[in-house]
């Protein structure tokens, strides 16, 4: 037997993409459903609006969920941001960065697998939504340091990786 071969599951009792748009609408988060398979979510946060877009994927039943920053690096910067995208990706332990190379756009992507029928839970999808929230928001000074202030990836990092105690 061949993966081509391989069955890809049964039919599911819950689309994943309904479970996403059922947790934004209980947070009361806009969104746009595209499609069946796709739907966008906004998310306000420290430093950015995020744009969470979440895809099911069928042939690899995975609920795909990739978040953009509003920065588009320079091609003069992209030898620095990949540098900074491995020192980030060595510490995730969910997820990771890219760097869309055509478009110069920085990513979070990360997936929930479900395969063979898995359903997702709305608690899963709502931790899926809130750590790549929490990381973007933790490294979104790091890629702008070294987009605009032109910091090298260690000093980008340093600048963004300390711990505060309390609000000021």
Not at 108 to 134: D, F, K, M, V
Request: net charge negative.
């Amino acid at each position: 037997m061949s993966l081509i071969d391989f069955d890809l599951g049964p039919e599911r009792d819950i689309h994943p993409v309904d479970v996403i748009e059922q947790v934004a609408a209980l947070n009361e988060w806009a969104f746009d459903r595209s499609n069946e398979h796709e739907i966008t979510i906004s998310v306000e946060g420290s430093f950015a609006d995020y744009h969470v877009s979440f895809s099911w994927m069928v042939d690899v039943e995975a609920l795909h969920l990739a978040s953009g920053f509003d920065l588009k690096v320079p091609v003069a910067r992209r030898t620095e941001v990949v540098k900074l995208l491995a020192r980030i990706n060595e510490h995730m332990l969910v997820g990771h960065f890219d760097l869309w190379h055509d478009d110069g756009i920085v990513l979070y992507r990360a997936s929930l697998l479900l395969s063979g029928g898995a359903e997702p839970t709305p608690h899963q999808c709502a931790e899926l939504l809130a750590n790549a929230i929490e990381n973007c928001e933790r490294y979104y000074q790091a890629f702008q340091f070294v987009v605009w202030a032109g910091k090298t990836a260690e000093e980008a990092l340093s600048a963004t990786l300390f711990e505060t105690a309390g609000e000021a």
